[in-house]
């Protein structure tokens, strides 16, 4: 049938696009297919894009849960995995893969108000721990991307052997830890899920899913069972990975069903038909009660622990022979007292209360800046840290790829106007203190920020940052000398938008 | 004096003299069958030296376990084959290769008979003027090269920082007179220096000579097409001043960087395409040892060979040897003219100047720059045609060549560096100036 292909179809180039957006670190692919991130339900919540959201009520309220199964890049990769899973489970279960299962309303509506209430008071973790965009979001950023980068560099060689630009190699690292195992563990639990029960994460957890279903049990098309064509074979039933067919009443539970259009396919006695349906058919109202299904796993929250902010300058080597680099250590970010967070953001606090933890910046970044936070406040939600590069003032990527509107779209021009952060200098470790010249910081400054003066009786020149003009782009922090601690550090300003 | 008139007036043009066989008293390479290696004699003491020394600086070298090491197996192939064809000068210093190059040049050699090659080694106190480091690292080498005699010992870069920085090596503390004794004890056979710096300070050092202060049996300069008449006028001598002066008094002269560091045998493409149309199926850096064989004076060319191509290369010029022509002569010095043209740092990638104590990769940036600038890989203006695809070229291949974290924006400007450059390269600001190149291509305000 038709409606089937078409789902599938669309269903692929959604997911594919998606996932491809999420793993692009060129930033090549993202005037194509921007728009695919901009329709998911919860980023166009907090953009308050409310004609992408009027849209996608509407098609729940004329269609039913067509998003879900085309749309939704997570409830197409449970679909895969389903796929699979009642493949396995056909062989060894006598061709019924899934059967009836009533709606576990209580687990299922106190999880959305969680949900609700989390977002409305601002646990963003929560939020973003549960959203199905998010979810995808992070499993193909932590746990794909670096495959794919892997991919690339193993190209870049050979591209540099042949001496091609066509590839260059790319930094792969765990931008943090806490959310590299969330990431890992919502994987694992989704898989378990979906192979076991196909769609139970979507009709039971998926607060998406259950907003949507408000407006799907209205549905003006939808499946509808003739109960006097069927003959109760009930293979419709055993097909359904949403376990919302119930043969035994003839009944549909269109709050769960997501339009797979599979059952009809099912049917050889033209039973069920995809059709107007307004106000006819009902959905089971019997209750029953809920079962755990394993989510607490996924509330373990693991913050990572703090960097032990050793601040060792290195010391200048000194030279005996010809040759060889000096051993550099790595840089440590340093505690800042407010986050960083990239220009174009509001407000750290906007910024936060709209972020959606969806990993598209972090996954675009190409200067390795943007990462998720640790934590507990903000966990999962990205932030800025200069260790192995700095907020380039060209680049204005992750406020191009933004879907919900923490970060707005700005020009190259208007990022001088964000003032995100502010530098600050310890002169223990500055080197220019010591009357070693230097100066780095200061002839790197876009700003022009910093100015090297005499300030003492001696003539050593030093730092010094005048605050009204510093952006906070890290460019001090990243290039200054001194390791594995810089002398001058960035931390967040609240209100960074400069109005002048 | 232009090279050809000096050619001229020295009456010894290479040409000629092969053709009237051997001549005591000048070094050019008179006694040679075609067909062999060049061979040149040191008049005072008849060494028969082969013209092409193996300068031990560039050697191949391998990672291990992280640490770059020197690959023995590839040197003692390529020493192997180098004395195979004649090559018996070799050219090392304690502290080339982080201080690895002398012991892989003694356990290459040493497989050999001792009176089968010459060894050049050096002084190379940089760190430490105290007397009793200085003659620990004389003490050494010896070991290191395996041997109780060298046959060419040399004060190592001497003339930067002026006479003050040559007494505080060398006079102040005795190594210098500790030299001299070991000459005349013998373990020294050719006692010599090795120039960097200003002409007043090459003056002083013939003085010496000239006065009896200190006898020189050789010494070794910097000279090549390019800086025969070309060379950096705030930092360098013109080679062609060097060359007369140690003429005029018949010292034996060891020519270094006849390639500028790779550089002459890397030319930009219109010189090549000009090289090429003359000799078809000559490389371009035959063109460059050509040119130092061609001055009668010279006893060896020293080049540092990291592989066996530029060995083969090099036996192949110097055992079907022939000096320049006048004409060839001149097109060089045209060849030469045009160079200053390109905005190259004149980096000859020695590494003296590492490690930066910051860790910056200064030959790699300069290398990496210079390649890009002579290979055409080098955006000018954004307004190009091909912008967009030179700077992506440039900035891809600069990331592939240089640690971003070693990269040229790294650099502080501490000045540690100038010292150690024999180029006298002002190193922080050559940096600073690629990294605003780099900065413009970026942002796209070239």
Request: charged residues 20%.
């Amino acid at each position: 049938m038709m409606l089937r292909k078409l789902r599938i179809t669309f269903g692929i180039l959604f997911f594919a696009g998606i996932t491809l957006l999420l793993l692009d670190f060129t930033g090549a692919l993202h005037c194509w297919l921007g728009w695919m991130a901009r329709i998911q339900f919860l980023p166009a919540v907090m953009a308050l894009n409310v004609a992408v959201i009027a849209a996608l009520v509407l098609i729940s309220l004329i269609f039913g849960r067509i998003y879900c199964s085309v749309i939704c890049p997570l409830g197409i990769f449970q679909d895969c995995i389903a796929h699979m899973g009642a493949a396995s489970k056909r062989r060894h279960n006598n061709n019924k893969p899934y059967s009836w299962s009533p709606e576990k309303r209580w687990l299922r509506y106190i999880v959305w108000g969680l949900f609700v209430a989390a977002l409305v008071i601002g646990i963003h973790a929560f939020v973003a721990l549960l959203a199905p965009y998010s979810a995808w979001g992070r499993i193909v950023q932590n746990l794909f991307q670096p495959i794919t980068l892997l991919g690339n560099n193993l190209l870049a060689a050979i591209a540099e052997r042949t001496g091609s630009y066509a590839f260059y190699s790319r930094e792969v690292w765990i931008h943090s830890l806490p959310t590299f195992v969330i990431a890992a563990v919502t994987l694992t639990v989704l898989i378990v899920l979906a192979w076991r029960g196909g769609r139970t994460y979507c009709n039971t957890v998926c607060p998406v899913g259950t907003t949507l279903s408000f407006f799907s049990r209205f549905a003006m098309f939808r499946p509808v069972i003739d109960a006097d064509k069927c003959r109760n074979c009930k293979k419709c039933e055993h097909d359904c990975k949403a376990s919302c067919i119930n043969i035994a009443e003839h009944k549909i539970d269109y709050s769960r069903c997501v339009d797979c259009f599979n059952c009809l396919e099912d049917c050889q006695f033209d039973a069920l038909k995809y059709r107007f349906a307004w106000g006819c058919g009902s959905t089971d109202k019997k209750a029953d009660t809920p079962q755990p299904e394993g989510q607490n796993a996924r509330r373990a929250f693991i913050t990572g622990a703090a960097l032990a902010a050793g601040s060792i300058a290195l010391s200048a080597q000194e030279k005996k022979t010809d040759g060889g680099l000096a051993v550099l250590l790595d840089k440590k970010a340093p505690e800042r007292e407010v986050p960083i967070t990239p220009p174009g953001t509001k407000s750290v606090k906007d910024f936060y209360s709209r972020c959606t933890a969806c990993q598209l910046c972090v996954a675009t970044c190409p200067n390795n800046v943007l990462r998720p936070s640790a934590s507990l406040e903000h966990l999962m939600q990205p932030e800025m840290s200069y260790e192995r590069g700095y907020c380039r003032p060209e680049c204005t990527r992750c406020s191009e790829v933004c879907p919900s509107g923490a970060i707005t779209q700005i020009t190259r021009e208007e990022k001088t106007r964000y003032h995100v952060g502010l530098a600050h200098i310890n002169r223990e470790l500055c080197v220019a203190e010591n009357g070693t010249h230097c100066g780095n910081c200061a002839r790197h400054c876009p700003a022009a920020a910093i100015e090297m003066v005499h300030t003492g009786e001696d003539e050593n020149q030093r730092p010094v940052i005048n605050e009204n003009l510093c952006i906070g782009c890290g460019a001090c922090e990243n290039l200054c000398p001194v390791r594995p601690l810089s002398a001058i550090t960035v931390t967040g300003r609240h209100n960074h938008l400069n109005e002048n | 004096m232009d090279r050809r008139d000096f050619i001229k007036i020295s009456g010894a043009g290479a040409l000629t003299l092969a053709a009237t066989g051997c001549k005591p008293g000048k070094t050019t390479g008179d006694c040679n069958l075609p067909g062999q290696m060049e061979y040149r004699i040191n008049p005072a003491i008849g060494d028969k030296v082969s013209l092409l020394g193996f300068g031990c600086m560039r050697w191949p070298m391998i990672d291990k376990d992280g640490v770059q090491v020197i690959d023995q197996d590839a040197v003692n192939e390529m020493v192997d084959y180098a004395m195979e064809h004649g090559v018996n000068y070799f050219d090392t210093s304690p502290a080339y290769l982080q201080g690895q190059s002398e012991k892989a040049a003694g356990i290459a050699l040493s497989r050999h008979p001792r009176d089968s090659y010459f060894i050049a080694t050096k002084l190379s106190n940089f760190g430490d003027f105290n007397k009793e480091a200085s003659l620990k690292m004389y003490r050494d080498s010896f070991e290191q090269l395996r041997t109780d005699y060298f046959d060419y010992y040399l004060l190592h870069a001497i003339g930067r920082g002026g006479v003050e920085a040559f007494n505080e090596r060398y006079v102040n503390n005795g190594p210098l007179d500790f030299v001299k004794t070991e000459r005349e004890k013998g373990r020294i056979r050719n006692l010599g220096f090795s120039f960097h710096g200003t002409r007043e300070m090459f003056d002083y050092f013939l003085q010496l000579h000239d006065n009896g202060g200190i006898h020189w049996d050789f010494c070794q300069i910097q000279m090549n097409y390019k800086d025969w008449t070309h060379a950096d006028p705030k930092r360098n001598v013109n080679a062609d001043y060097l060359y007369v002066e140690l003429d005029k008094r018949e010292i034996p002269i060891v020519i270094m960087e006849p390639l500028l560091g790779g550089r002459l045998a890397n030319v930009p493409d219109g010189i090549a395409r000009q090289m090429k149309e003359r000799e078809p199926d000559k490389s371009l850096a035959s063109w460059a040892f050509r040119f130092c064989g061609s001055f009668p004076r010279v006893l060896c060319i020293l080049s540092g060979m990291a592989s066996m191509d530029p060995l083969l290369d090099n036996i192949d010029t110097f055992t079907h040897f022939k000096p320049l022509s006048d004409e060839e002569l001149d097109f060089l010095e045209r060849m030469a003219k045009w160079m200053e043209e390109y905005p190259i740092v004149n980096c000859n990638y020695c590494n003296y100047c590492m490690p930066c104590p910051w860790g910056v990769d200064i030959p790699g940036i300069f290398r990496h720059y210079n390649d890009s600038v002579t290979e055409g890989r080098y955006p000018q203006t954004h307004q190009q045609a091909d912008y967009k695809k030179l700077k992506r070229a440039y900035l891809v291949s600069y990331d592939r060549a240089v640690e971003t974290i070693r990269q040229a924006d790294h650099c502080i400007s501490c000045r540690d560096c100038i010292a150690h450059c024999p180029q006298g390269i002002s190193i922080p600001r050559e940096l600073r100036r690629i990294s605003r190149y780099i900065e413009s291509l970026k942002q796209d305000t070239l």
